[in-house]
């Protein structure tokens, strides 16, 4: 066999690859699924898209008034519905307005919050020129989780303090929830929108912090999420407990006895427990307890301002929990500013 031959053996073959991953990528975009309309209290109705109309409006599907709803792609598109209208296409829906089609919805809120978790970036942002910032993310803790664990008393510290109801992005899975918390934007527009994706179209937060000499501790788990402008400080479970928040906790304790300008602190325990056993388990009620009395100490430590949020929230199922779809539970999260 000549060279040629084996060039164009060689081309062919990485040609056939690279089709096999890009079908494996898009293998379940737009393809025959449902369409939820939620609030932010309610999962309102499930749509059936065979069923539905090939041109309609969201008035001519829902009985619940409403002031404002936007709808999420599949790519994590995000808009607020205007003069637009819905077009069902071959197993999936579009929404059409003036500024363009955004295909493969996977969803429709009504009377979203009026915060998403990507304010956290422009807050952080505006305090870092004069104050110290400390961000604690709480993994798949939602809000309908908060209200819970503030009413049953697992909130001891935290239930002092206002939480406001934030939207999420879609989906609600920590890559994309921690994307979006740390550059202000959306899916659509940094780049990582599932749990495949990891390198970020903009700039972080931690960009901002390092162009303005700001001494910084990123603190997570045992595992680096995404690609950033730090190094994160990995905690491994040294003492076999099942979760990294004790060591997460030591070493926040740690950056701030050091003096950081900027500390971004990742607890994952709430969503572990809540994978586990459900997010309004007994067991992922007493992490709950647990993670409020070490932000209760982290916070008699810090002197500067705090910041708290999740990158998504969880849904029950049988015996336990999940996240990743578009429902109020996974979408809503509590919000709080602490000075």
């Known amino acids: 066999m000549n060279k040629s031959l084996v060039f164009i053996l060689i081309l062919l073959i990485a040609m056939l690859l690279l089709a096999c991953q890009n079908k ?9 699924r449902d369409v939820n309309i939620v609030s932010s209290k309610e999962n309102i109705k499930t749509l059936k898209i065979e069923s539905l109309s090939d041109n309609f409006k969201l008035e001519d599907i829902i009985d619940t008034p409403f002031n404002k709803a936007l709808i999420m792609g599949e790519l994590g598109e995000t808009r607020y519905i205007k003069e637009g209208y819905f077009k069902r296409d071959k197993g999936s829906l579009s929404y059409i307005d003036e500024n363009g089609e955004i295909k493969n919805v996977v969803g429709i809120m009504i009377d979203p919050p009026s915060i998403s978790i990507t304010q956290a970036y422009y807050d952080m942002k505006s305090c870092l020129e004069d104050e110290k910032v400390l961000f ?37 899975v920590t890559n994309a929830g921690l994307a979006a918390i740390i550059t202000g934007k959306t899916p659509e527009d940094n780049g990582v929108y599932s749990r495949k994706q990891r390198e970020l179209k903009v700039d972080s937060i931690f960009k901002v912090a390092k162009d303005l000499n700001k001494d910084i501790a990123y603190v997570e788990g045992n595992i680096g999420i995404l690609q950033t402008e730090v190094e994160p400080i990995l905690n491994l479970d040294l003492n076999k407990d099942g979760y990294t928040d004790d060591e997460v906790y030591a070493s926040t304790l740690k950056a701030i006895e050091e003096g950081k300008d900027f500390v971004f602190t990742h607890f994952h325990g709430i969503d572990d427990a809540g994978h586990s056993f459900g997010p309004l388990a007994d067991e992922t009620m007493e992490r709950i307890k647990l993670i409020d009395s070490y932000i209760e100490n982290i916070l008699f430590q810090w002197d500067g301002i705090t910041i708290i949020s999740a990158d998504h929230g969880m849904h ?13 539970e996974d979408l809503i999260v509590p919000y709080m500013i602490i000075r």
């Open 136 to 172: 604690i993310l709480l993994d798949g803790f939602g809000y309908h989780q908060y209200e819970y664990a503030k009413e049953k008393g697992f909130l001891s510290f935290l239930k002092d303090y206002e939480a406001k109801e934030a939207l999420s992005v879609y989906k609600p």
């Open 316 to 328: 029950s199922m049988d015996t336990a929990g999940d996240h990743g779809d578009f429902r109020y």
């Open 24 to 32: 494996e990528l898009n293998k379940n975009i737009g393809v025959d």
